[in-house]
């Protein structure tokens, strides 16, 4: 076999599947999103854009998208703050710093699910952990999932909990790369770390921060498992998100043009936010 | 000298903070997989004395557990070497050739970590009920290939492109051909980052939740994630089978990452991605 037809071969067997695994079933869903169909095996209606129009004339729908945004948005500034704080931390040499590091990156290693099962357990109101150190200690009792608020935050305390060690371990690569003469640079103009964190850590390590804020943000405002897992959506729907909305509508509710249509939606939310992120910040490509 | 000692205790105490945070919680699950039912549901102990295997036996003996493992694992493989063998061979293509429309592919790639999860799974779920397949752990696997095919293929573009020409054309002026220069010589030489998209393909698979709990619905095709998931509800809250079966979940990752901790950061540098 010649050079050329090896390459050819292989390009071909690999975007054929790729077109198939991906392409495909994502255009197949937007076309979903123009027919009625009231479960997987019936026959599709065409009903052209009523899908869009009766999902963005629900109410639900904006208050999933609210929601979602809040969620996501304080997950990721909070995955930020502990994530690049931990990074700093560990970047410095002390006693069993290796042991250290090697544990920080476990949460990110779990499965969600049972993340989320030992946080019930720990929360336990009977026997829970944390419910009897919070009981010894004398602080008032907290119900994690009653209250709209209290819901929203348990999620974005395991989704912290679970993706910090990302950040942390991308910026602990960066922070190798940051030459140690800018630091002696800065050192000798008289600045305090706070002021070498922002005018030399922080630019050079730029890029890897404009990848890891566009990663994150893209996957917590795609999240399903945490919050399906965790609250189902609940209480009364405070804490779904679009994309635990469109699983409702196309699995339980029996609504798959619905479900496609909303999936198709906060698609193109994304791509906008995307765009407009590069905008801000473009990449430095090479 | 004193405040450099001062420091690295602080330093140190912080540290363990880092380590309780990190890890109690592991701690704390397995530690009650091991809790006679007695104590475990009546009262908090850090340390326990007495440890029992009787969870581990019921997940065994009265639950699906093992059929949920064998799925679990089953799924995780396919995926694995499906996504090496694609993988490698469009991340090749793309990083040896001067292919019009190369960097869109490239960019697809990317772009397919953005594709919201309901996306992908409501089509592919509905084209596996058509052709009579819904319901059945090939579908899962495809599902997964979705997230781990771009993965694979960016990261070892990456790769590929930081190996000089010079080496496959060395071996093809000795004569191999380039399918052979590419097996003899470019495979061996990357196996680092074929260790990296082989852990992180294993790792998307195996912790994965949302794909299974739409595309699998049928109690003997679960994988364990949605197994486990779905005896919370029918099980009225065996919090020591739970833990058990959770425990068993998060061991074969523990393992894997002791030994290939390196490649995992690695790949994480390199923006492999997971959840």
């Known amino acids: 076999m010649s050079g050329k037809s090896t390459i050819y071969a292989f390009l071909g067997v690999g975007l054929l599947t790729t077109l198939l695994f991906v392409i495909v079933p994502v255009t197949f869903s937007v076309g979903l999103s123009f027919y009625k169909m009231e479960s997987f095996v019936g026959t599709p209606e065409w009903v052209g854009l009523d899908n869009y129009k009766s999902v963005l004339s629900d109410a639900d729908f904006w208050r999933a998208l609210l929601s979602g945004t809040i969620y996501a948005g304080l997950s990721i500034v909070l995955q930020l703050i502990l994530g690049v704080g931990l990074a700093l931390i560990l970047h410095q040499s002390f006693f069993g710093k290796s042991l250290v590091r090697g544990l920080s990156i476990l949460p990110y290693l779990l499965p969600t699910v049972i993340v989320v099962l030992t946080f019930k357990w720990m929360v336990d109101g009977s026997v829970g952990i944390v419910t009897e150190l919070l009981k010894t200690s004398g602080l008032p009792e907290v119900r994690w999932f009653e209250t709209s608020s209290a819901a929203m935050m348990s999620n974005v305390l395991v989704s912290v909990w679970m993706w910090t060690p990302f950040v942390t371990t991308c910026f602990l690569a960066g922070l190798q790369t940051v030459p140690e003469s800018l630091y002696e640079a800065a050192r000798v103009d008289g600045t305090n770390a706070f002021q070498r964190f922002i005018h030399v850590t922080v630019p050079v390590l730029k890029p890897v921060l404009t990848v890891v804020i566009l990663l994150r943000g893209i996957w917590m405002f795609n999240k399903f498992d945490v919050i399906w897992l965790m609250t189902k959506g609940g209480p009364l729907g405070s804490t779904e998100n679009l994309a635990v909305m469109s699983y409702r509508r196309a699995f339980t509710q029996f609504d798959v043009g619905g479900g496609a249509a909303i999936a198709t939606i906060s698609f193109l939310i994304l791509s906008v936010a995307i765009y ?11 | ?21 990190s890890a109690f919680p592991i701690y704390w699950m397995m530690i009650s997989s091991v809790r006679p039912p007695g104590s475990l549901l009546t009262e908090v102990s850090l340390v326990p004395t007495r440890f029992t295997l009787e969870y581990y036996k019921n997940l065994f003996e009265l639950t699906d557990y093992p059929a949920y493992f064998a799925n679990s694992v089953i799924v995780a493989f396919s995926t694995v070497v499906i996504t090496m ?4 061979m469009i991340a090749y293509a793309v990083a040896r050739y001067r292919i019009r429309g190369k960097k869109a592919i ?9 594709f919201p999860p309901l996306l992908v799974a409501i089509p592919l779920y509905a084209f596996f009920v058509k052709i009579g397949l819904g319901d059945s752990l090939i579908s899962l696997v495809a599902a997964h290939l979705t997230l781990t095919l771009p993965l694979g293929v960016w990261f070892l573009w990456g790769f590929f492109r930081n190996l000089p020409f010079e080496i496959e054309e060395a071996a093809m002026v000795d004569g191999c051909t380039r399918l052979g220069a590419f097996i003899r010589v470019v495979l061996p030489l990357s196996v680092p980052g074929l260790i990296t998209v082989a852990v992180f393909s294993f790792l998307l698979s195996w912790t994965d939740y949302t794909f299974a709990v739409i595309m699998i619905s049928s109690d003997v095709n679960k994988t364990i994630p949605v197994g486990l ?20 979940i998060a061991a074969p990752l523990l393992i894997v990452f002791t030994f290939l901790s390196k490649y995992f950061i690695q790949g994480l540098g390199a923006g492999a991605v997971k959840g």
């Open chain 2, 106 to 114: 490239v960019i697809a790639m990317l772009y397919a970590y953005m």
């Open chain 2, 85 to 88: 063998v694609l993988a490698v």
């Open chain 2, 1 to 21: 000298m004193l405040r450099k000692t001062l420091k690295r205790a602080t330093l140190s105490a912080v540290g363990l903070a880092v380590v309780l945070y």
């Open chain 2, 229 to 248: 998931a779905s005896m919370i509800g029918s099980f009225d809250l065996r919090w020591g089978e739970v833990m058990a079966g959770s425990t068993l």
């Open chain 1, 276 to 286: 407009l992120y590069f905008r801000a910040f473009p990449l430095e490509t090479d």
